[in-house]
């Protein structure tokens, strides 16, 4: 059984920084592309970051130059370091995996079968 488990969260202020982990179990780490993603309230899932199995990463544009992701294959656990936050990055972050079979590549929300249950960022002014 697939299972992701994100923590880290919380609420900063601006300029701040954190580190979500997401923790996976019940399968092949090293084999599955993963990803962050967010939702904001009233707004649709967007990616944030992803790393393949390869180990290149992609971000999206408003997170570049912030945001870094990390796997640790022996700990099984993705990572994303968020620092210089903003208010506009508070929302629902979510990691994902799928099999590397079934995607190359992965991007988008519906490439991804796997979920956390995610963690909540909150970024004041």
């Known amino acids: 059984q697939r299972q992701l488990l994100e923590s880290g969260g919380g609420s900063v202020q601006a300029g701040g920084s954190l580190r979500l982990s997401c923790a996976a179990s019940?399968?092949?780490?090293?084999?599955?592309?993963m990803g962050w993603f967010r939702q904001a309230p009233g707004k649709e899932r967007e990616g944030v970051a992803f790393i393949d199995t390869d180990d290149s990463t992609t971000y999206a544009d408003s997170v570049k130059g912030r945001f870094t992701i990390s796997k640790d294959g022996a700990k099984k656990t993705l990572y994303l370091q968020m620092n210089s936050l903003k208010p506009e990055d508070t929302a629902m972050y979510s990691c994902?995996?799928?099999?590397?079979?079934?995607?190359?590549?992965?991007?988008?929300?519906?490439?991804?079968?796997?979920w956390g249950q995610g963690t909540q960022v909150t970024v004041s002014s």
């Open positions: 994902a995996a799928v099999e590397s079979w079934r995607r190359f590549r992965p991007r988008r929300v519906t490439d991804f079968p796997y």
């Open positions: 019940g399968y092949t780490f090293s084999s599955y592309p």
